[in-house]
């Protein structure tokens, strides 16, 4: 592992896409617990596609424009999907984490983190993003490229985690300020809804 994979890594783990807004979002509209929950589900999204570009799948993905376009218009839905149910979401928020019967924050996050997972599994760029990135940093004729391989992708999830925790963990710090403001809270719903819109159309327009 060098300083330059880690550097690389923290900065496409740092910067602002669907798994962070997602996270975010979680942390503002359900507390810290979520957000938490949120972060994991990110980072178990991204296993589909480590599994794919360590097994080679990811090269007839990037060959095949039927198999690319086809997972790319699933998840340009299913960010549309998630811009239309924030959109509509006119519930209030509550500060109390605990609130609601014993069952509910189970069910909570159950739905959280499968909506996670779900995000970045539907993004075929994650698994053209492995298949491109973890071979500048292995050299295949190397003793244990495989082994180190994987684990280099394991250092980038523990990273996608803990970075997007610290993303979840603040918007929940800032909870309690934006639930006492109902403006602010359709606002952020709106925020949220028009950038899961504005992602989708940027997936949609991207050929590779």
Same mark, same amino acid.
């Given at each position: 592992?060098?300083?330059?994979?880690?550097?690389t890594?923290?900065?496409?783990?740092?910067?602002?896409?669907?798994? +962070?807004?997602?996270?975010?979002? /979680? =942390?503002l509209?359900?507390g810290?617990?979520?957000?938490? +929950?949120a972060a994991? =589900?990110?980072?178990?999204?991204?296993? $589909?596609?480590?599994?794919? /570009? %360590?097994?080679?799948?990811?090269a007839?993905? #990037?060959?095949?424009?039927v198999?690319?376009?086809?997972?790319?218009l699933?998840?340009v839905?299913?960010?549309?999907f998630?811009? +239309?149910?924030?959109?509509?979401?006119?519930? !209030?928020l509550?500060?109390? !984490?605990? /609130?609601?019967?014993? =069952?509910?924050?189970?069910?909570? *996050?159950?739905? &959280?983190?499968?909506? *996670?997972?779900?995000?970045n %599994?539907? #993004?075929p760029?994650?698994?053209i993003?492995?298949?491109?990135?973890l071979?500048?940093?292995?050299?295949?004729?190397?003793?244990?490229?495989?082994a180190?391989?994987?684990?280099?992708?394991? +250092?980038?999830?523990?990273?996608?985690? &803990?970075?997007?925790? %610290?993303?979840?963990?603040?918007? /929940?710090?800032?909870?309690?300020?934006? &639930?006492?403001? $109902?403006?602010l809270?359709r606002?952020?719903?709106?925020?949220?809804?028009?950038?899961?819109?504005?992602? =989708?159309?940027?997936l949609?327009?991207?050929d590779?």
């Amino acid at each position: 592992m060098t300083l330059a994979f880690l550097l690389t890594s923290l900065v496409i783990v740092a910067t602002p896409g669907t798994g +962070v807004l997602y996270t975010l979002s /979680a =942390g503002l509209s359900r507390g810290t617990r979520a957000s938490l +929950v949120a972060a994991l =589900g990110c980072t178990l999204g991204i296993v $589909p596609h480590m599994v794919a /570009a %360590i097994t080679g799948l990811a090269a007839v993905l #990037n060959a095949s424009a039927v198999a690319f376009q086809s997972l790319k218009l699933l998840g340009v839905a299913y960010l549309l999907f998630m811009a +239309v149910r924030m959109w509509r979401d006119r519930s !209030e928020l509550v500060v109390d !984490e605990g /609130a609601g019967s014993p =069952g509910a924050p189970v069910r909570s *996050a159950r739905q &959280v983190i499968w909506s *996670a997972i779900l995000i970045n %599994i539907l #993004n075929p760029k994650l698994t053209i993003f492995f298949f491109a990135f973890l071979p500048q940093f292995v050299h295949p004729d190397q003793p244990g490229a495989l082994a180190h391989m994987t684990m280099l992708s394991g +250092v980038f999830m523990a990273m996608t985690f &803990v970075v997007f925790a %610290i993303y979840g963990a603040f918007a /929940a710090a800032v909870r309690s300020h934006v &639930v006492s403001r $109902p403006h602010l809270v359709r606002w952020m719903r709106r925020t949220f809804a028009g950038a899961f819109v504005a992602l =989708g159309v940027k997936l949609a327009l991207t050929d590779r």
